[in-house]
């Protein structure tokens, strides 16, 4: 019964704190390379920031269902700043497609459609137009799949 009374008070404390979080932020260092990016869940806000005019973030998804998917998304830029939104598409065949969004200027959503077929990967790279970055203001990036 002792270790009981340890044990709850610490399960509630835990459970409060991941209940509790909202949408993520940057860290410094994470994601910032092709190879360490992060896996990105549909219908999901990210909500981050880029450290330095040289910093990009990237996200991938990976479509392992036996169907297309169709994508949607967009990228909103802090107010006043123009940051770049790049997919990169990998085939399962392994071939390998750059596209970039139409890009609308500070402040404003940078959207895009794609199609992914079964064992296709997309990744996303965020970056900064330039020098034109607010370390302390955060990009938005969504992408919904239907």
Same mark, same amino acid.
């Given at each position: 019964?002792?270790?009981?009374?340890?044990?709850?008070?610490?399960?509630?404390?835990?459970?409060?704190?991941?209940?509790?979080?909202?949408?993520?932020?940057?860290?410094?260092?994470?994601?910032?390379?092709?190879?360490?990016?992060?896996?990105?869940?549909? =219908?999901?806000?990210?909500?981050?920031? @880029?450290? /330095? $005019?040289?910093?990009?973030?990237?996200?991938?998804? &990976? #479509?392992?269902?036996?169907?297309?998917?169709?994508?949607?998304?967009?990228?909103?830029?802090?107010?006043?700043? =123009?940051?770049?939104?790049?997919?990169? @598409?990998? /085939? $399962?065949?392994?071939?390998?497609?750059?596209?970039? &969004? #139409?890009?609308?200027?500070?402040?404003?959503?940078?959207?895009?459609?794609?199609?992914?077929?079964?064992?296709?990967?997309?990744?996303?790279?965020?970056?900064?137009?330039?020098?034109?970055?607010?370390?302390?203001?955060?990009?938005?990036?969504?992408?919904?799949?239907?």
């Amino acid at each position: 019964m002792f270790k009981l009374k340890k044990i709850v008070p610490a399960l509630v404390v835990t459970a409060s704190l991941l209940l509790s979080s909202q949408s993520a932020f940057a860290v410094s260092g994470l994601a910032d390379t092709r190879s360490e990016a992060l896996n990105v869940y549909p =219908n999901t806000d990210y909500t981050w920031t @880029l450290d /330095t $005019a040289a910093d990009e973030d990237w996200f991938y998804w &990976t #479509n392992s269902t036996s169907s297309t998917q169709y994508l949607s998304g967009s990228l909103l830029s802090p107010a006043g700043k =123009n940051y770049n939104l790049q997919l990169v @598409l990998v /085939t $399962a065949g392994g071939w390998e497609y750059v596209l970039n &969004t #139409n890009d609308n200027g500070p402040g404003q959503h940078d959207g895009f459609n794609s199609t992914l077929q079964p064992g296709d990967k997309i990744y996303f790279k965020i970056r900064p137009s330039g020098f034109d970055y607010d370390k302390s203001n955060p990009y938005k990036f969504n992408f919904k799949v239907s």
